[in-house]
């Protein structure tokens, strides 16, 4: 604690840890942005008013590596919020409270996921359901992979990009391995 008090920036699996023992949100422990605590909404105006129908989802500026792995947190001048039509949200199984945008790094997914591309990802998943692309903290890094779960319990940290090696993570240090949140949608450049 001492170290962090003094500037240095703690890991993404110890912001998680300490977000949650404070009950406050990852984005303003980590960045000093959006709603101090969970739940609390941002007010903000879009031409008189979030439009009927539409959510804000709020940016986290941590950027998931699609690739070794990194903690990589960014100031840019992009809008910390977007709207999004809560009916699509709903349709790609995201809850709006769960929504939050992200921005890849890397290009360990590429062609699924590309360096820069935004994100959706449901923060309300913090646990392994099935084959999915997940950000997750592991090593101390946060980390974009497509998880892969085998009967004897082992647990695949995979790349959509051949080039890179499956990762595997044996069931006695998958404790270490915190899931942040399940990627619902990615779009960017083309």
Known sequence: MRK????????????????????????????????????????????????????????????????????????????????????????????PKSARLMVAKGDSMRETINDGDLMIVDVSIREFIDEAIYVLVYGGLVRLKRLQMLRSGLLLLKSDNPLYQTEEVPLAEQPELIIGGRVRWAGGAI
Do not use: C, H, Q
Request: hydrophobic share 45%; aromatic share 8%; net charge negative.
């Open 4 to 95: 962090y008090l003094l500037g240095s920036m703690p890991g993404l699996d110890n912001l998680l840890i300490i977000a949650e023992a404070a009950n406050v949100t990852l984005d303003w422990l980590a960045a000093g942005k959006g709603p101090m605590r969970p739940g609390a909404t941002l007010s903000f105006m879009v031409s008189g008013g979030t439009p009927e129908g539409f959510v804000s989802v709020p940016k986290i500026d941590i950027r998931p590596s699609a690739g070794a792995g990194s903690l990589d947190l960014y100031e840019e001048s992009e809008p910390d919020i977007f709207a999004f039509r809560e009916e699509w949200l709903r349709r790609i199984g995201v809850t």
